[in-house]
């Protein structure tokens, strides 16, 4: 199978449909622990080959380093899923999904904040160099 651009976003539009659908049954106000479990069950009621809690490695001057970078969620070994449950998305928290992007080599980013009336609305999608190399279809 050939990885393109069109593939990518169908993947993340299904990921976002499941976040909807997390919320949906649970609302804002939960632990992000909770939607974590949640999310990771219906993404696996997708079939989508999902790890969460993964170390993200930092390579630095060929070395890797001792790391306490820990990504919230990865499917299908291309979409970094951050998750939060915080009243406001701070430019931090893309910062934070943007260098896992770049550490892990992985083409798009969702950040995913479930203290929020809506999904969409306060829904962050990074992409990096990678998914720009990809082709389109």
């Known amino acids: 199978m050939i990885i393109t651009q069109k593939y990518i976003n169908d993947t993340a539009y299904a990921i976002v449909g499941c976040a909807i659908e ?16 949640c999310l990771v069950d219906e993404l696996n009621r997708y079939d989508f080959k999902v790890q969460s809690q993964l170390w993200v490695p930092v390579i630095y001057k060929d ?8 990504l919230d969620i990865l499917v299908n070994d291309l979409i970094i899923i951050e998750l939060k449950a915080q009243e406001n ?49």
């Open 22 to 37: 997390v919320h949906r049954h649970l609302g804002p106000g939960l632990l992000e622990s909770v939607y974590q479990t």
């Open 63 to 70: 070395k890797v380093l001792d790391s306490t970078l820990k």
């Open 89 to 137: 998305i701070i430019p931090l928290y893309k910062a934070q999904l943007l260098s896992y992007l770049r550490l892990a080599n992985k083409p798009k980013g969702l950040l995913i904040n479930f203290h929020s009336e809506s999904i969409i609305k306060d829904l962050v999608t990074l992409v990096t160099e990678e998914f720009s190399n990809l082709p389109k279809s």
